[in-house]
């Protein structure tokens, strides 16, 4: 199977339900809401080893936001238990400080509601307020009032969507895997949550070596070791290895997402091969076949 | 007390003990050191509701890293005990999964080295490779080896470093902040850990109406409640007050960002008064004087 | 006439007719496309001393351009006979030296075809290639093969579509402009042309001092002068006055960049007024009515 | 010859002179100084199609500017004649009209000084104001008031200092040009005035075919049509090739901006080869040999 002179292998990227909120900030200006929204998703690249995995969905023009002000959507994703704490801690740590902003629902689906109670932030000084025709909370903070709707819609989504690049030098992969995180973010519902939106080292479940070790790399997909390694995934020729995972509120989502990322890559110079990671069906319900892809 | 016409306070910020790391972390080019760089000090605003309070301390030419490559350092603060958890995860969630990284140790200090034992993620496969003279591990991942030198040196610094800028408009005050950030961002040795450098909701301890909260609005110095609030600390036609907080390696590095950021602000029309928080002395040891600013 | 608490002049903005031409710039990722369309529209804020007014219309994502890669539209603009040379000069000397980049016909109207004849630049090894369904040519580079949609459609389109913004600080003033910039960036088929697409120096024809001069600053609208100026038109309280100027493809571009970018700007706390600049019907055939824009 | 594995071709750069003046632009943040001066040195990349050559020299941060506001220089090259009028009109059509902004002298040198009388616009409204201990013109805008001082400093200084870097990818070239771009913007007295500082399609004077072409493609250099040019320079796997062109103020900006961008380039991986353009030294004076690189 080829898409622009690229093979495709013939597997599928296996995705797990996760819980997904999406929370929207508006600022004064869109570099304000950008900034808030980059430290209310750090530090959440992946649940191993962060309290969830985050990512900006998309920006959001000033017709489209319930103040009227530029925004930016953002997607907050782990367990039902761990979701609530990270909602409000990273609106309350990283929203609520950052000028400017105000926080909305973003309506990730209806399934429930997160309830973000910040207004006794406000003392008992707070009001309620109706912007847009939502009723809201208005705290007065040193910067002016902080707005915010105080419910944030949850969904059961999808995490685990995933493909990996293989380029003939490390930069055609690694410039395909920026070009395909570009297309993604055209795609709503989803996010890539991984530094620029790429994983540079895929890991394997425990280690054969150091028993102490949840998780280890993934040998058989590392270029450098390739000739030491007996069942080496990588073909001939293949200098490095980029993976882009994907959570979003829903399979279509994910599987659009793939598709926008898999053609975009296969559009830079140097991609040899596109494959994807699963667990032979036994970790996710969810199969995004590459071959849907194109 | 006055600069280019602002009102200085005479008063100080009090500043605290916390633990500090510096990493530095090159890749192949500016962007995505920096990506990394982002992604690792993201959520950590303040040590009340984020894991640890980080930032990027200043970008770094290829002739000033181990590997001549660009780079960016950070610091991350927090207590002592969670510090080793903070490195060792931001570092293995957000800069290992980064492509092209490398990481070094930034020598924060020498009074403490934070083991970083990221070699066992190589399965065996890892091996010891001399950097620029710095003895290093070299794991294979599949964006090639992610080369790290295990140790990072940690110091006993200063948090707490502050300055409040009130403005005729809320948007003098927002460029003003902003000014300030970025004449800090050239002080080596200290950050700005909230989204984009700059707080827009201080808090007092604790709550007057609500028992149960730990923190609230600092109503003293919200503009939109002056009326209000008979101990208002708002000056007549005062619509807005932005905090710089400041984090460093050091006494001397907390003061210079004070003066940078300081008269920075003061160089921003509208900008009407800087003043600086402090609990008279009972909280830290550590006084920085606005008069000393100047 | 007020919106969200600021004035708005009955008055209108005085439009003008002038050539558009619309360049499509891909690359192998956004940034090189942004990058290549930043150079090509560069120098190029007003015909009074400027080759063009030229600027970046909107981001094209994958989907959107002839070889699926993403990219920028950028719209140039002056008399039917310098659009020729800008065009080709600006493709030649800003897009086919930037790496990676292919220029397609961005289709601003079918009233003239500019030929831009690049294709003889290959000096023989160039030749046909059709992309997306597009005859286009492929020149030979030392980047790799530069592709060309040698034909640019141009068409009589609208300048001088404006508004003036005043604000009760400089600060005010300036964010609100920017506001207005980043909503209008969202309007199809215009451009702000000025430098972060804001004018901080309007200008009258000629000069009442320096007869050598074709024109001068217009002092009735300069506030730090407002006492000295007896038909000043700045309010009392007003510190800035910041203008928005467009350039469209027609009439319709132009009234919704009017219409988008004033109320982003009345979102801003601190402006005072919006007014609009005319020259009493006399210099164009076309009105823009702030009252429209509500 | 090799450096970090890459061979370096025994040749050098030939280099020949030209006039550069510079600019000190400040503005209330570093974003509105670079929105102006990106403005200011657009279109600018070589003077064969565009008025001039520019590019932006480097940040200035508040403590290295008069006014102590954030900024950056400029340079503008061109021939002496050409010169004063792209410095004038660039101040007038490009920084004058950008919100917030200042100019100085940049002091290239002292060899000739370039009036830029734009205190006329003031239409006697202007004044004469000391800034830093500078002489400067105050000029009444809608914005406020522009400070400049009106004499800048220009140089005979080099231009043409010039690299090649050959990749056995295209991305491996690229990014490689990008790398060398980033170190050479850390020199002090040069810029790389092309698109993102790199030159995709670089050009041999005249052409073989068309007798009415100035320049054509530099066929030699062309990978995808290596096979069918008997003088090729393309070795065997080398797929994409670009070029760094370097301005400067003196030799010694120029020697070490080619030492650190050649050494930058190097450092990527899949550079294969690094080569230097020259006219058998019958166009220039200067030569930059690659062998000092290292």
Known sequence: MEFNGVILEDTYAEGFPVWVARVVITAVSKEWAYKAATEATGFA?????????????????????????????????????????????????????????????????SEEIIPV???????????????????????????????????????KGVAGGNFLIMGDSQMSALVAAEAAVTAIADVPGCITPFPGGVVSSGSKVGSKKYKFMGASTNEKFCPSIAAKVEDTEIPAGVKAVYEIVIDGVDVASVNAAMKAGVQAACRVPGVVKITAGNYGGNLGPFKFQLKDCI
């Open 117 to 155: 109670k910040l207004h006794f932030f406000g003392d008992g000084y707070e009001s309620k307020v109706e912007v847009g025709g939502i009723q809201c909370w208005s705290i007065p903070i040193m910067g002016g009032d902080f707005i915010i709707e105080e419910e944030v819609g949850a969904v």
């Open 45 to 109: 690249t992946s649940t191993i080893g962060c309290p969830c995995e985050a990512g900006i969905e998309k920006f959001l023009s000033a017709s489209e936001t319930p103040d009227h002000r530029p925004g930016y959507s953002i997607l907050i994703c782990c367990g039902k238990k761990a979701l609530k704490e990270q909602v409000l801690e990273r609106i309350a740590e990283c929203v609520l400080t950052a000028p400017t902003t105000a926080v909305f629902n973003g309506k990730a689906g």
